[in-house]
């Protein structure tokens, strides 16, 4: 840890020039860093108990709503304050507009911006979404007896390594932790083996199983519903630098089968929409944008969908997804939110954050598997609409499976150690 700490004080200076280039560039105002300073931020911190619940952006976010929804259903005196690495992520949580969750910028991970952030909230335990681990935040949270619960913890093997590399930092942090829940076997073990104390373990549970998309808007589904043929839309979902071209180069080997087939092609990141555009203007398609006003036109073979928060939209507008970051090494996205609209999913190789829902998925014939372009084109242009009924029940069997412990369990659990009783037997927080 003193490394570390080193480290983090000697590039001090550099996140000090970050943050004054990001205020006088304009994306973030001074209210936006005195948040990443931990210096407070709009509305009131949450009186009574509060839990302090983080994710890193808006898909660890959006997947634990269900778990946020149920903490205050169960416990109406509870607070939330809610952090998030991301402008996106945090801005869309306060769009959720619940009474007793407060949405703030993560502070960094500096010692003094967590004790000022931790002065302000009085938080009683700190549960972390899927693994965005910063050192310093869980041991001070030790230090001040909140207890930490990892939750829906998932570890690549690349992090993994990383971790082991520094065990001391490692199990520093874990010392921490008195609730884990892994997403999938595997990443369980990896924390095992990472020196997380086996007594803290319960059942895994994966939120993403749980999410449950709103339906798309009415008057924009029979609109659009009249351009978009459902057994005739492909949509690609969720896709990354390096991968559009090759969902292009698909989508167009496989208009040649299906003369009527149309996509919407849906960015991971909508900041990208203009380098996709261009990208689809080297193609020769013709297309319509969404971020600039364009509504669908029948005579666009592609909808450049590049907003925020339309998803149910196009999964409802599509038939057939590919699910993206499967054929770049993004570990692919997740299945869930295609399956609950029924469409027939497509995906590559790289697996590695839903490993087990896809190996059940393809096991099933709920899924088809590609390993490039030209077998994404080929498999597209194959699809009837058979196959794709078929398919999309055996992934709601295949998937019926894959949520793990019950939610209401985990709820439990959480709030045991939120409660002020369970902060006593750890530790109270240093007088300040």
């Not at 994306?27 to 302090?52: F, H, I, K, M």
């Not at 010392?175 to 990896?190: G, H, I, T």
Request: proline fraction near 6%.
């Amino acid at each position: 840890m003193l490394t570390y700490r080193l480290v983090l004080t000697f590039a001090a200076p550099l996140f000090a020039l970050l943050l004054a280039v990001r205020w006088l560039r304009g994306p973030e105002s001074w209210a936006d860093l005195r948040e990443r300073l931990g210096l407070g931020g709009e509305g009131a911190a949450p009186c009574g108990t509060v839990l302090w619940l983080h994710g890193a952006s808006n898909g660890e976010l959006t997947s634990a709503r269900d778990l946020i929804e149920t903490l205050l259903q169960t416990d109406p005196s509870l607070g939330l304050v809610v952090t998030s690495n991301t402008l996106t992520g945090r801005d869309m949580v306060r769009n959720w507009h619940h009474e007793r969750v407060e949405a703030r910028i993560a502070p960094l991970d500096y010692r003094a911006c967590l004790t000022a952030f931790l002065c302000r909230h009085r938080p009683t335990a700190l549960v972390v979404l899927e693994g965005d681990l910063w050192p310093n935040r869980m041991v001070l949270a030790g230090e001040w007896g909140l207890p930490v619960a990892l939750v829906s913890a998932r570890i690549s093997d690349k992090s993994a390594q990383k971790w082991r590399r520094r065990s001391g930092i490692a199990k520093a942090m874990f010392s921490a932790v008195r609730l884990f829940s892994a997403q999938d076997a595997a990443s369980e073990q990896k924390y095992r083996d990472l020196g997380l104390p086996p007594e803290v373990i319960v059942p895994p549970l994966t939120l993403k199983a749980s999410v449950r998309l709103a339906e798309p808007d009415p008057t924009l589904m029979a609109h659009y519903g009249q351009v978009f043929s459902r057994g005739e839309t492909l949509l690609a979902a969720s896709t990354h630098d390096g991968e559009e071209a090759q969902v292009i180069a698909a989508f167009q080997q496989a208009m040649r089968e299906r003369p009527d087939l149309k996509m919407i092609l849906a960015p991971r990141h909508p900041a990208r929409g203009a380098e996709v555009a261009a990208l689809l203007r080297q193609s020769g398609l013709s297309f319509r944008t969404r971020s600039a006003g364009d509504a669908p036109d029948r005579s666009a073979e592609v909808y450049l969908a590049d907003t925020l928060g339309e998803m149910p939209l196009w999964y409802a507008l599509a038939g057939q997804c590919f699910v993206g970051g499967s054929l770049v090494p993004k570990g692919g996205h997740t299945p869930f939110e295609p399956a609950q609209f029924d469409c027939a999913i497509l995906h590559g190789p790289d697996l590695r954050n839903f490993a087990e829902p896809y190996a059940a998925l393809d096991a099933a014939g709920g899924a088809i598997s590609v390993n490039d372009a030209e077998e994404l084109g080929r498999a597209v242009a194959a699809l009837t609409d058979g196959t794709r009924a078929a398919m999309t029940v055996a992934a709601r069997h295949a998937l019926s499976a894959q949520g793990g412990s019950s939610l209401e369990h985990l709820v439990e659990q959480i709030l045991r150690l939120a409660t002020p009783a369970q902060r006593d037997r750890n530790g109270r927080p240093p007088e300040i």
